[in-house]
């Protein structure tokens, strides 16, 4: 068994935690009032979305580099990856000298694909799922003598994980809940295995997608499918798990729940609006769990690792006009109204009078359902709350003119 397949050690943490000295960040716990009020618990953030690269990964990727032979350095390195496992790798790469080759799926968006290539790695586009870019790095470290660097099922990736727990028993000795995003489970294994290691008796939970719950699914005994469907949460989008990862979270963790994305989504939207901080979605997913009431904190100080920072920008801009929509924040209404001279005017200046803001307005004179002579009106209207959409809807009322208020 070569030495990445070998269970890690605390000893390899704490040689981890020493080699990524001046190397990685050692990144803030911050201490979140608006959810502690919220949730009456005393939380705070482990912003891993401010490391090197945006993500944890860099801990991991640099370690396990540093364990290579130089005849392995000299061969170079490949990894597979849509993501922060991408730029972790070629960041690692870079900063030890040594070649990378990153394999991501064909669908990658241009803006990872570029931030990879920014850290001098050589990218390759290929399949048409994250399975077929993963045989095809194993078949270029085969045919180039390249050492492959998995995602999370690594002796020296969970060690450099790993490092994140020790820093979280250093900055809050007094914590009892730490919720990690847990996919492949690289990061949740190290970082239980650091606090519980550590003698602590913290309680360490993890939370997966709904659709990529494999870790559940192992730890319940039942057969195993994997993925199951399309999850916005790229960075635990994973469909089995390593071997390693869950013999660890069998020993050391206390339990893993799952949640939507319609929760990490919100849970996103929160951390942006309330601590002005940009996550991805599997960074709001320990969020996302409390939101949900799957984790109950029991009042008692909690730490959430925010995973990572590298979010596609359109997809938060939907999230961020969806998440307005639940907390009211945002209404589509939609009119129909008779296609002559100065009756959008009254509609809009009902609008006006009620204090709203029309933030998009679109008309649309070719829908089916829209009588011949009439125009199909959708605003989307940016409110204050609930009592502003009453004024609102009450001054639409006043117009004369039917209108329904949009909720997909």
Not at 68 to 95: D, I, P, W, Y
Not at 150 to 167: A, K, W, Y
């Amino acid at each position: 068994m070569s030495e990445s397949k070998q269970m890690p050690t605390f000893q390899d943490i704490q040689d981890a935690r020493k080699f990524l000295r001046g190397k990685t960040e050692i990144t803030p716990l911050m201490y979140s009032k608006t959810f502690s009020d919220m949730f009456n618990a005393p939380i705070y953030l482990k912003l891993e979305n401010f490391q090197k690269t945006g993500s944890f990964k860099s801990r991991g990727a640099l370690f396990k580099i540093s364990m290579l032979t130089e005849k392995e350095k000299t061969a170079g390195v490949v990894a597979c990856s849509a993501g922060n496992h991408a730029q972790g790798v070629a960041f690692a790469a870079r900063a030890s000298g040594i070649s990378s080759k990153i394999v991501m799926p064909s669908y990658t968006i241009s803006a990872k694909i570029n931030a990879v290539r920014n850290y001098g790695a050589e990218i390759l586009l290929h399949g048409d799922s994250y399975a077929e870019s993963y045989l095809e790095a194993k078949r270029i470290a085969l045919s180039e003598g390249r050492t492959f660097i998995d995602g999370f099922n690594d002796r020296f990736i969970i060690s450099g994980q790993g490092t994140i727990g020790l820093e979280i028993i250093e900055q809050l000795p007094e914590v009892e809940n730490v919720i990690v995003p847990t996919g492949g489970g690289g990061l949740i294994s190290g970082i239980a295995m650091a606090i519980k290691e550590s003698g602590k008796t913290t309680r360490v939970y993890g939370v997966q997608s709904e659709n990529c719950d494999a870790v559940i699914q192992n730890l319940s005994g039942g057969p195993v499918v994997g993925s199951r469907g399309f999850t916005i949460a790229d960075g635990i989008a994973v469909q089995n798990p390593g071997d390693m990862n869950i013999e660890l979270i069998r020993k050391y963790v206390d339990n893993v729940v799952s949640v939507n994305d319609e929760q990490m989504a919100y849970a996103l939207f929160k951390l942006l609006e309330r601590q002005k901080i940009v996550v991805e979605a599997s960074g709001a997913a320990p969020l996302a769990a409390i939101i949900s009431g799957k984790i109950d904190l029991k009042g008692k100080p909690t730490v959430l690792v925010v995973s990572g920072g590298n979010i596609d920008l359109l997809l938060l801009s939907k999230i961020i006009f969806k998440s307005m929509e639940i907390d009211l924040g945002l209404v589509r209404i939609e009119c129909k109204i008779p296609d002559r001279p100065g009756t959008l005017q009254k509609i809009t200046s009902s609008i006006s009078a009620s204090g709203a803001n029309i933030f998009h307005a679109e008309v649309d004179n070719l829908s089916q359902d829209t009588p011949v002579g009439y125009q199909n009106i959708r605003f989307s209207i940016n409110v204050r709350d609930k009592d502003h959409l009453d004024i609102l809807l009450e001054r639409l009322k006043e117009s004369g003119y039917k209108f329904v208020v949009k909720s997909d």
